[in-house]
């Protein structure tokens, strides 16, 4: 089983990462599965846990702007700008590498995605540990990512040695990415608005979201819980001609009746940060199908279809 460590832990989770063993991390958005990114092997454990594809390339945790410089081969006007504005924070960058990270990290690629979270544990086991930490979410490839320890016992319990447990994620979906090889271009979003980016740089941040999987590992089925998962408007589940199937479930920002049923705040924010562990919940109760009205508003509204979007999205397999 798990091992599940505390703050004053710290020590022992660093003696792990060093060791070349992978540890789970909380960071604000989701639960991270951290390596050494410098070690091939400790990297390849990540791979090997989640079944992710090596081409796949992740993101590296460190703990400053400062530390950021170490692994890039320049951290231009941009890179700065909004590294003041938004880190520690929901942004990863992609930057062009140098040779410190292992290539087996980043896919093999001559970048790098990397960021500065802003959770208090992660920045203390950032600092102590003093390196990068690769860390993709700490899920089997292509589930829901964890919010929450517990969430990654269920997952990767038998096969995972540790868990920094540090609560539950105050941002709920995952970093926005950000491409700053050339003009600034959005890859995925996330925790941090295209908008209040805009404002920061003084300039429009192109959309890359849009081509085919720009990013690796940018697929359209993600974030995929067990249940079909069916996107809706509030209305088409109160009309009365609207049949519920049996064994459904329905998340919408008031009860609905004739199925399990959870409430959702409608700003993207508070909804961001119960989706997962509802994803979760509609799987431990072995739902066929899941209805679910979006979130209205809110910064952060891009980053929450983007994820229902993919939720909901034709499995691959
Ligand atoms: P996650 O799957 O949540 O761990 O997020 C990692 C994602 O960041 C990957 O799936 C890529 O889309 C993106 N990414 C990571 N590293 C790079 C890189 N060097 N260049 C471009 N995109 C990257
Ligand atoms: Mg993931």
Known sequence: ????????????????LKAGELVAFPTETVYGLGADATSPEAVAKIFELKGRPSDHPLIVHVASAAAARLWVREFGEHAEK????????????????NGRVASEAVGGKTTIAIRVPNHPLALQ????????IAGPSANMFGKVSPTSAAHVAADLGDSLGY?????????????????????????????????????????EVVDGTAGESRAPGMMKSHYAPNAKIRI??????????????????????????GAVSWTMPQDAEGYARG???????????KLDTLFIVPPSEGDIIEAVLDRLTKAAAPRVK
């Open 232 to 257: 809706v408007a509030l209305e088409e589940l109160q009309a009365e001609d609207f049949e519920m199937p049996d064994n459904a479930g329905v998340v919408a920002p008031v009860v609905v009746e």
């Open 82 to 97: 909004l590294a003041k504005a938004f880190w520690p924070g929901p942004l990863t960058m992609v930057l062009a590498k």
């Open 163 to 203: 868990v920094l447990d540090g609560g539950k994620c105050k941002v709920g979906v995952e970093s926005t990415i950000i491409d700053l090889t050339g003009a600034p271009t959005l890859l995925r979003p996330g925790g941090v608005s295209v908008e209040a980016m805009n404002k920061v740089l003084g300039l």
């Open 125 to 132: 086991l950032l600092e102590s540990f003093g390196g990068g």
């Open 1 to 16: 089983m798990v091992k599940t460590l505390t703050g004053e832990s710290i020590d022992r989770a660093v003696e792990y």
């Open 275 to 285: 989706l997962y562990a509802v994803l979760r919940e509609a799987d431990y109760k």
